[in-house]
Every structure is written in structure tokens, then in C-alpha cells.
């Protein structure tokens, strides 16, 4: 329980901030060039489905509607 009730005093707040901002900090540039580039292929891939998705239900819809 000490852990839990030391999180949650404000002192040690801005300490756990300052370290995940430290953390950030010593990531290498390859490093974050990786994981934008990682991060922009799932997004193109969701976009992708969401697409495929999208189509398919349009034309389900088309194939009910009277043209």
C-alpha cells in the first residue's frame, strides 16, 4: 500500500512526470523515426479497412436500393 498512497501525493507526481519526459528524451532518433513509421503503417492500415468496410457496405446498399 505504500507505493499506491506515494503515487498519489502530489511530490511525487511532478517526480514520476519529470521521468517519463527524461525517458522520452533518451530515445535515439532512429528510435523515433521507427516508431512514426510504425505507427503510420497501422494507421494506413486501419484506413485501409475502414475503407474496404465502408465500400462493401455501400454496395450491399446499392444492391437493395431501387436505381
Known amino acids: 500500500e505504500a507505493p499506491s498512497s506515494g503515487d498519489g501525493a502530489e511530490p511525487g507526481a511532478p517526480r514520476e512526470r519529470r521521468r517519463r519526459r527524461g525517458r522520452a528524451r533518451a530515445r535515439t532518433e532512429a528510435l523515433l523515426h521507427t516508431l512514426k513509421r510504425s505507427r ?15 465500400n462493401a457496405a455501400l454496395d450491399e ?7
Open 40 to 54: 503510420r503503417v497501422k494507421a494506413n492500415d486501419r484506413e485501409r479497412n475502414r475503407m474496404h468496410h465502408l
Open 61 to 67: 446498399l446499392r444492391s437493395v436500393l431501387p436505381t
